[in-house]
């Protein structure tokens, strides 16, 4: 059975989130971009970085070996 990296990275990101509903996964390239609700980065990024650390981790660990996927918190821009 073969699991499919986004859909991993949809299913961890919720995992460590108050607000589930909000998160949004795109592939881009050899990129995973995560975005989560407002104020729930912290959450997913985790101390020291070690939450987002392990999903890579994660992502890598199904991933096909010739495809280095890198996941990324794709974080608004704020408005000045």
Do not use: C, H
């Not at 070690?50 to 010739?66: G, H, K, N, Y």
Request: glycine share 8%.
């Amino acid at each position: 059975m073969k699991t499919d990296p986004v859909d991993l990275t949809l299913f961890l990101a919720q995992s460590v989130v108050d607000q589930p509903s909000l998160v949004r996964v795109a592939k881009r390239g050899p990129t995973i971009a995560v975005r989560v609700g407002p104020g729930e980065e912290g959450r997913l990024i985790g101390r020291q970085g070690r939450v987002i650390q392990a999903i890579r981790t994660l992502v890598r660990a199904v991933s096909d070996p010739r495809e280095r996927l890198n996941v990324d918190l794709d974080a608004p821009r704020k408005q000045q």
